[in-house]
């Protein structure tokens, strides 16, 4: 607290009486000097101020020697006066006055850095620069006066921020302070002044020399977050992270401050009169201590009006890890930022880079986890559109299609002005497409062409609405659009030429536009030379060729096409293809030939199956059955004991097939031959896989006891890990028969690891799902069944899975679902026969367990009415008819008529069921009555 000036503070200097009576203007010069010197002697400067200015006035002009060494006294003091009590501008003017007349007064450095000083309070530091500069010259400046001007100028030219020209006083400051707070702050600017000019060398060797105070200098943290920043945009990632780890976080910085505060308020104490201190050096000091106290009150301010501060230091640390590729700690980071502060502005960019590092990390469960949790949490993100956009890419990539779209169609219901709408769309076309929904895929990419005319995804939506129009069949429609694609002039160039050119062809072959299609492969041939759709141009050709007839022409496109096969597939189309024509020729020897050599160069790699059986059907065309034997078992004994190579049981199929034939009856003894003596050569040999091929043939063509023993073999736990597809068919066959489920579906589980492509899939799932039934696994058989339509569609033998399903329905009592299910089953053209009048059957049973027995009677009425050849439903399904005619009552007669009907038919009055119809219209008929 200041205190007032009163007239009680002259009690030991000039009264105030006798002040009153001296007038400055009128007074003499010596009286006014020796009032003046007891005035500064008595610390009475506010009064001395009159005085002093009278005698400037008196003395000015005056060239005298004594005058003037009393003018430069009388100026250095006035100057003096001002400074302490405040009044900076002036005390400076008067400084500067000074120094500049009396360049040779000892006192001329002195009042230069008095003037400075007074500046810097001001802060006005370009004339601060100015004046110690001056001072500086002086090579024989005392020692504590050049500390104090290098100082000033140090921190003037700090202060203008020209951080090259500080460098060097600061150095010196640093080298020549005892004072630790001087030296201290000197490190501060320092240390700052590096930071500004990317000298990390300099800048680390005296970091440590900063002390608490200094390294929680609001300004030196600041600087270290922008050269962090400087260096992050510049790519040194490095450098950026370990400025960002040196800033203060925000609770140390208001910790530090607030001490700081606190403890400056306590030194501004109340003037104690009478002590060691005078009114003018307190009032000095109180006002030091206030230009303080405001600067750390604006510094303390500034943190605190920092919004998100640790939030933005700790994201910015997280930002240089994941761009160091050090993306684990990056993560913990942003997961650590989103979770402690879930609504912080800065959440929503944390969340999202979370998720895009772990999509740098390429862990996808995680990334996903991320991306679901922004999307769940931050409905009005600032990244929602490039977070459900890039979950749909990270689906697509794992081949998770099914979510892929849920997402895109999540993302376009929850931002209908999607910033990536098109791309969306184009995906989930893309995914309809990659899903065999080609009429979905073709709508979405139809949307595109039709709502975004400049999107970038234009083209490629053009060419797969074609793509999708030639999958679905139409043929007329796809050539169109292809040519429309192929002549569309906006395209430059276009990305799918080469690839629609060539399915421009298949679109005209599809459409019977033969001669067309035959002149637009010709033309890709010669437009396209190196394309990788060559040799497929050339075996259409060779088809197109064919189809007309000119076998030899045919024969030479094929050779082509194999000539230019860059895989397998190209290798192996052409070759069968033209195996087929020379078939037509009969030209035997040549597709012999041709076969050898094709086993021979691909082996296992290739279609051996198809090759030898081409071959053994040549040799069986010339009449030569042995030989077609030899060239089956020689591919099997070559492959037949690969573990996991499917292929083989199609040539054994074949064997299979003749033994049965009537054709080729006379060779019977001799397949039988051929196979004990492989079949003991693979005992004896150890090769476990091809013994149970062979022993899976033999239970093939035996009956009775016989096939029993191979069976027996066959149908046991240690044969599942070596047995190939044919025979892990046969095991869960037999084993659901056999009830013996957990082998069943350890072959299915095998069978699916190792054999997803063989013909026999469809055949080893349906025993699985039987096993699935009967041991009533029932949720498991539902799902198992939707699986098989999924990947078989509507075949025929697809029908025995869906009418599995009515019974997993029906067994569980859902007899509802059941009855739909059979429904399905019956309205499928594909299943109609021996599954009809089971599915009517059961369609039957669920109705009389609902209670509807007229409706249940009607579907076991059509069984024996309209499917009399299937004897095993016909005969369950009159006696199921009996029993709902006795369930209505009062229907003797219809009951009695129904046993007549079903008696009359020989084959069906020999079953139990028979019998008992029989049995029962012997207790209806009236006594002495005959049938």
């Known amino acids: 607290m200041v205190l007032a000036f009163t007239a009680q503070s002259f009690g030991r200097g000039v009264t105030e009486s006798r002040l ?21 002697k008595n610390d009475q400067l506010e009064d001395a101020l009159p005085f002093l200015k009278q005698v400037l006035v008196r003395l000015e002009g005056d060239n005298d ?7 430069a006294y009388t100026l250095y003091q006035l100057a003096h006066c001002q400074m302490k009590l405040g009044e900076y501008q002036s005390g400076a003017a008067n400084f500067i006055r000074f120094a500049d007349e009396f360049p040779d007064d000892p006192q001329q450095d002195s009042g230069r850095v008095l003037a400075a000083q007074c500046l810097t309070i001001l802060e006005q530091w370009p004339q601060v620069a100015e004046q110690v500069s001056k001072v500086l010259e002086n090579p024989r400046l005392a020692s504590e006066l050049k500390v104090t001007a290098t100082q000033l100028h140090a921190e003037s030219l700090y202060q203008q921020e020209k951080w090259r020209e500080a460098i060097k006083p600061l150095t010196s400051l640093f080298r020549m302070a005892r004072v630790d707070t001087v030296r201290a702050g000197a490190a501060v600017m320092l240390v700052t002044s590096y930071v500004r000019l990317n000298d990390f060398n300099n800048l680390f060797r005296f970091l440590p020399n900063c002390d608490a105070a200094a390294r929680h200098d609001v300004g030196l943290n600041v600087a270290l977050l922008e050269a962090g920043d400087a260096h992050y945009n510049a790519g040194e990632y490095q450098k950026a992270l370990l400025l960002y780890r040196l800033v203060f976080l925000k609770q140390e910085l208001i910790e530090h401050y607030e001490k700081r505060l606190r403890d400056v308020k306590s030194s501004m104490k109340p003037f104690a009169a009478g002590g060691k201190q005078t009114l003018s050096d307190y009032q000095e000091q109180q006002r030091k201590r206030q230009v303080l106290f405001d600067r750390l009150s604006k510094h303390y301010q500034v943190i605190k009006n920092f919004q998100d501060y640790d939030m933005d230091v700790a994201l910015r640390t997280a930002q ?12 913990a980071i942003y997961i650590r930022l989103y979770t402690e502060a879930p609504d912080s502005a800065l959440a929503d960019q944390a969340r999202f880079s979370a998720f895009a590092v772990m999509l740098d990390e390429q862990e996808w469960a995680l990334a996903l986890a991320e991306g679901y949790a922004y999307v769940d949490n931050q409905r009005d993100g600032a990244f929602l559109d490039d977070v459900s956009l890039n979950l749909m890419q990270v689906h697509m990539q794992q081949e998770q299609f099914d979510l892929a779209l849920d997402m895109g169609q999540r993302a376009l219901k929850l931002l209908p002005d999607h910033k990536y709408i098109d791309q969306v769309k184009y995906l989930m076309g893309y995914v309809h497409f990659l899903q065999l929904d080609y009429e979905a895929a073709l709508a979405d990419f139809s949307d595109i062409l039709a709502r975004w005319p400049e999107s970038r995804y234009y083209e490629s939506a053009e060419y797969w609405q074609a793509m999708s129009l030639l999958f679905l069949g139409r043929f007329a429609e796809a050539e169109t659009a292809f040519h429309a694609y192929l002549t569309n002039p906006k395209y430059d160039p276009r990305v799918f030429e080469e690839d629609a050119s060539y399915r421009l062809g298949i679109a005209q072959y599809g459409a019977e536009r033969y001669a067309e299609a035959e002149q637009t492969f010709r033309s890709f041939t010669d437009e396209y030379p190196e394309s ?13 060729r064919g189809a007309e007839g000119d076998l030899s022409e045919a024969i030479d496109f094929y050779t082509l096409a194999r000539q230019k096969a860059l895989n397998l597939s190209q290798v192996n189309y052409p070759l069968f293809q033209m195996t087929k024509v020379l078939e037509l020729e009969k030209r035997y020897d040549e597709i012999i030939e041709l076969m050898r050599d094709y086993i021979e160069e691909y082996g296992s790699r290739g279609d051996f199956a198809n090759a030898a059986n081409w071959k053994g059907k040549a040799f069986k065309a010339l009449d030569q059955y042995p030989r077609a034997l030899d060239a089956y078992f020689e591919v099997i004994e070559a492959v037949g004991s690969d573990t996991d190579l499917t292929g083989v049981d199609l040539i054994l199929n074949a064997i299979i097939t003749d033994y049965k034939s009537e054709e080729w009856a006379i060779h019977r003894d001799l397949i039988r031959v051929r196979l004990d003596r492989h079949l003991a050569d693979a005992k004896k040999s150890g090769r476990r896989t091809l013994e149970l091929q062979y022993q899976t043939v033999f239970a093939s063509i035996t009956e009775g006891a016989e096939r029993e023993a191979f069976v027996d073999a066959i149908v046991q736990p240690k044969n599942v890990p070596a047995a190939g597809p044919g025979t892990l068919v046969l095991i869960a066959r037999e084993g659901t028969k056999r009830k013996e489920y957990e082998i069943v579906h350890e072959a299915t589980r095998r069978f699916m690891s190792n054999f997803e492509i063989s013909n026999n899939m469809l055949y080893i799932l349906l025993a699985d799902e039987d096993a699935l039934v009967q041991e009533g696994s029932y949720d498991e058989a539902l799902e198992l069944s939707e699986e098989i339509l999924l990947k078989f569609g509507y075949s025929k033998s697809v029908g025995m899975a869906r009418k599995r399903r009515g019974d997993a329905f029906r067994l569980q009592g859902r007899f509802e679902e ?16 021996e599954l009809t009048p089971e599915a009517l059957y059961y369609s039957g049973i669920c109705k009389m367990k609902l209670g509807e027995v007229e409706e249940a009677f009607a579907f076991f009425q059509r069984i024996y009415v309209l499917y009399e050849e299937y004897l095993q439903w016909v005969a369950p399904a009159y006696a199921k008819s009996i029993e709902c005619l006795e369930l209505l009552g009062d229907r003797e007669q219809d009951i009695m008529n129904t046993i007549e009907e079903m008696l009359a038919n020989e084959a069906v009055a020999a079953t139990p069921e028979g019998a008992n119809a029989r049995k029962l219209l012997g207790e209806l008929e009236p006594v002495g009555s005959t049938l």
Do not use: F, I, Q
């Not at 020697?65 to 003018?71: E, H, I, Q, V």
């Not at 990788?532 to 060779?542: F, I, R, T």
């Open 532 to 544: 990788p759709l060559l040799s497929e141009a050339y075996a259409m050709l060779g088809d197109l």
């Open 65 to 71: 020697k004594k005058a003037r060494l009393t003018l």
């Open 20 to 40: 009153s009576r001296l007038d400055p203007d009128t007074a003499a010069t010596s009286v006014l000097l020796e009032v003046t010197k007891e005035l500064l």
């Open 818 to 833: 059941a009855l739909e299910a059979y429904k399905e089953v019956l309205s499928v053209r594909e299943w109609r026969g």
């Open 320 to 331: 240089c890890y994941n761009d160091l590729e050090r993306n684990w700690p990056a993560h």
